[in-house]
C-alpha cells in the first residue's frame, strides 16, 4: 500500500490557544459544529484504526504500537485486501455531502479521498511493488521496533519475535513480485539489505539476553532470527545473483510524463500542474543568478584581492564561491558540527521570537542507520507520530564513507561549508523539519497528521530557511546570502533536473553540467543528486513548490495586515493547520 511521505495540527486556532483535550486529539473525537461533522469525526477515527491494521509498519512510525506484532505479506492476497479497503472506503466518503461539513472537515475529507484515490494508482498504474526491490527491508521496522522505548525491552522483543515469524514468506512474496526491477533500485534494495541484516546482529543478541525473557521464549526468538537472517540473506542471493548477474532485462527507472504528471498531481497537491512548477522554477532560478551576481560583484574584491573579476557572470559567481567553501569540517568530525550547531539555532529562534518552540521534545542528532543508507539523503528527520509524541526525534546524518576519496570527501565537505550547513541544520532541525513536525503532533486532526502532505513538509524547511536570514540570522551578510542563494537554487533545480530526467530523458552528463554550472554545485553533490533522482519521482518537486507556495501566502498575509502583520502569528497559524497541502491551508487563512 502507498504509504504517505513524511516522516513526517489545530483546523481553526492557533497552536497556542485552547484544543480539545488530549484523549480527544489521539482518538479524532472533536466538537461537532453540525450532526455531519458528528458522523465525519466518527467515520474518520474508524478509518484511521482499520488502516493501521493494514499498514502496521506505518502506525509503529506514527505512535500507535497495537499492531507491532504483524506483518504483512506483500503477496496477492493483501493487495486485493488494500483494494477491497480503497473500494469500501471511497463508497462512504462519497455519502458525505461536502457543503455540510466545517471547512476543516472538508479538507480532511479532500485528504483521504486523494490518499485512497493515491493508494489504488499506486498498486494498478505505477506498480512499484513490481520493479522496486528496495521496497522489501524487515530489517528497517524491526530495527525501529527495538530501538524504541515505547514498551520495556521484553515486550519490544515478543513483537519482533511474533513478526519476523514470517520472514521466509515475506521475503518469498517480495522474489514473487519483483518482474523487470530497475537496476538503480536493484543496488539500492542489496545495500539496505545488508544494513538490514546488521539489525539482526550482535546488537538484537545482546537485547534478547538483557530482556531477561523466559529460556523458552529467548530460544524460539533466537530461532526465529536465526530465520529471519537466513531470508534476507537468500533474498540478497536472488538479487545480486539472479538479477544483477543474470539475465534480467531492466526497466528504465524513468517513469515517462504521463505518469510524472499524474504522480505530480497526487503527491504534490499542488494549485500548479507539473508544467506550470517547472516553468515557475526556470523563473526563479534566473531571479536567483541575478542577486547572486550583484551578491558575488561586491564580494570579489575582499576574497580575490588584486586579481580582475571575471567578465563571464557565472564564472564570477563560481569563484567567489570557490573562495567561501573553503571552510568547512574535518572529514572525521561532519556530525559533530552538525551536534554543536543545534543549541545556537535553539537560541536565535527564542531570543527573535519567531515562533514558540517546546523544550520538552528531544531532538537526537545520531549518525543515520546502515538500513536506511544509500537513497543519496546525507540528512533527514524521523518524527515520532502523534500518538507518541514524547518520544525522540532523530536528525539522521549520515558520515562520510570510509570508501570515499581524499577529493570525494573534499568535494563533499566544500558543498556543506561553515555556512552551508548552518542552513542544512535550519532546514532539518530548528526552525525547519524537527519544530514543524512537534507542531504537527499537537493537531486535533489526525487525519491531517498522518496524511503528510510532503510538499508542505518541505516546503516549511526551505522557507524557515530564508525566514531565518530575512530576520538577521548571519549578521545579513553577503557571504551568508549567497550561500543561501546557492542553496535556494539546489531546491529550484531539484524540481528542474525531477522533470527533466523523468520526462525529458536528460542525462548524466547533461544534470551534472546544469548542477555545476548554474547550480554552482561541487561533483560529489552533483553526482549524488543524479543518483538520488534516478531512484524517486517527483519528491525532488516537493521543495520548490511548497516553499513558493508558503512564500507567496506568507506575502498575501503581509499585504492584508499591513502594520498589523507578525511573522510570529504567521508561522504559528500556519504551522497549526498541520501536514496539510498549503493550498487548502491557504484556503482556511485566508477564510475561503
Known amino acids: 500500500m502507498k504509504l504517505p511521505y513524511f516522516l513526517l495540527l489545530a483546523l481553526a486556532a492557533s497552536a497556542c490557544s485552547g484544543r480539545p483535550d488530549a484523549e480527544a486529539t489521539k482518538?479524532?473525537?472533536?466538537?461537532?459544529?453540525?450532526?455531519?461533522?458528528?458522523?465525519?469525526?466518527?467515520?474518520k477515527n474508524q478509518f484511521i484504526l482499520s488502516f493501521w491494521r493494514l499498514n502496521p509498519d506505518y502506525?509503529?512510525?506514527?505512535?500507535?504500537?497495537k499492531y507491532d506484532s504483524l506483518l504483512v505479506i506483500p503477496d496477492g492476497a493483501q493487495r486485493q485486501r488494500e483494494a477491497a479497503f480503497v473500494a469500501q472506503n471511497l463508497g462512504t466518503?462519497?455519502?458525505?455531502?461536502?457543503?455540510?461539513?466545517?471547512?476543516?472537515?472538508?479538507?480532511?475529507?479532500?485528504i483521504l479521498r486523494n490518499e485512497l484515490v493515491s493508494e489504488r494508482w499506486y498498486a494498478d498504474t505505477l506498480q512499484s511493488w513490481r520493479w522496486n526491490p528496495a521496497s522489501y527491508n524487515l530489517g528497517a521496522s524491526v530495527g525501529d521496533l527495538l530501538n524504541g522505548h515505547h514498551y520495556p525491552l521484553a515486550r519490544r522483543l515478543r513483537n519482533i519475535s511474533d513478526k519476523i515469524a514470517g520472514a521466509a514468506a515475506y521475503y518469498a512474496a517480495a522474489r514473487a513480485n519483483i518482474s523487470q526491477p530497475t537496476r538503480e533500485h536493484t543496488e539500492l534494495a542489496v545495500q539496505q539489505n545488508e544494513g538490514g541484516l546488521a539489525v539482526f546482529g550482535p546488537a538484537l543478541a545482546d537485547s534478547i539476553r538483557r530482556a531477561g525473557l523466559p529460556a523458552a521464549e529467548a530460544q524460539l526468538l533466537t530461532q526465529r532470527v536465526a530465520g529471519a537472517q537466513a531470508a534476507i540473506r537468500g533474498y540478497l542471493a536472488f538479487l545480486q545473483q539472479d538479477v544483477l548477474a543474470g539475465r534480467t532485462q531492466f526497466r528504465s527507472f524513468r517513469i515517462g510524463k504521463a505518469l510524472f504528471d499524474r504522480k505530480f498531481a497526487l503527491d504534490i497537491q499542488s494549485r500548479y500542474s507539473a508544467d506550470q512548477l517547472f516553468a515557475l522554477a526556470q523563473q526563479h532560478k534566473t531571479e536567483l543568478l541575478h542577486d547572486m551576481g550583484r551578491r558575488a560583484a561586491r564580494l570579489f574584491p575582499k576574497y580575490c584581492p588584486g586579481q580582475k573579476a571575471p567578465a563571464d557572470t557565472l564564472a564570477l559567481i563560481r569563484q567567489v564561491i570557490d573562495q567561501l567553501t573553503l571552510k568547512h569540517a574535518p572529514r572525521d568530525g561532519f556530525v559533530a558540527a552538525v551536534k554543536r550547531q543545534i543549541p545556537v539555532l535553539t537560541k536565535y529562534v527564542n531570543d527573535h521570537k519567531l515562533l514558540t518552540q517546546d523544550p520538552t521534545k528531544p531532538l537526537v542528532v545520531r549518525e543515520t542507520p546502515l538500513y536506511m543508507r544509500g537513497s543519496g539523503a546525507g540528512a533527514s528527520v524521523s518524527a515520532p507520530g502523534p500518538y507518541d509524541t514524547k518520544a525522540n526525534t532523530y536528525y539522521n546524518v549520515e558520515p562520510l564513507p570510509a570508501t570515499w576519496s581524499a577529493a570525494r570527501a573534499e568535494s563533499y565537505l566544500r558543498e556543506y561549508n561553515d555556512y552551508t550547513l548552518q542552513i542544512l541544520n535550519i532546514h532539518e532541525a530548528i526552525p525547519g523539519h524537527y519544530t514543524q513536525l512537534v507542531y504537527a503532533?499537537?493537531?486535533?486532526?489526525?487525519?491531517?497528521?498522518?496524511?503528510?502532505?510532503?510538499?508542505?513538509?518541505e516546503g516549511w524547511a526551505v522557507y524557515s530557511e530564508k525566514m531565518m536570514l530575512e530576520s538577521g540570522y548571519g549578521g545579513n551578510s553577503d557571504e551568508i546570502w549567497l550561500l543561501w542563494d546557492k542553496w535556494n537554487m539546489r531546491s529550484t533545480l531539484n524540481a528542474v533536473v525531477d522533470n527533466l530526467i523523468q520526462t525529458q530523458n536528460a542525462s548524466e552528463t547533461q544534470i551534472k553540467q546544469l548542477l555545476m554550472r548554474e547550480g554552482f554545485q561541487e561533483e560529489a553533490e552533483a553526482t549524488g543528486k543524479w543518483h538520488r533522482a534516478t531512484l524517486s519521482q517527483v519528491q525532488l518537486s516537493s521543495y520548490f513548490t511548497g516553499y513558493a507556495a508558503i512564500v507567496a501566502l506568507r506575502d498575501e498575509v503581509r499585504r492584508r495586515e499591513d502594520a498589523k502583520f507578525s511573522v510570529k502569528n504567521f508561522n504559528e497559524r500556519f504551522l497549526s493547520y498541520g501536514n496539510a497541502p498549503v493550498k487548502y491551508i491557504r484556503d482556511l487563512m485566508l477564510g475561503r
Open 441 to 457: 503532533n499537537r493537531s486535533p486532526s489526525l487525519v491531517k497528521s498522518i496524511f503528510a502532505n510532503g510538499a508542505m513538509i
Open 27 to 43: 482518538t479524532g473525537h472533536l466538537t461537532a459544529s453540525s450532526p455531519a461533522d458528528a458522523r465525519f469525526d466518527r467515520y
Open 93 to 110: 466518503l462519497g455519502g458525505f455531502a461536502l457543503d455540510s461539513l466545517s471547512p476543516g472537515n472538508q479538507i480532511d475529507w479532500r
Open 59 to 65: 502506525a509503529s512510525s506514527q505512535g500507535f504500537h
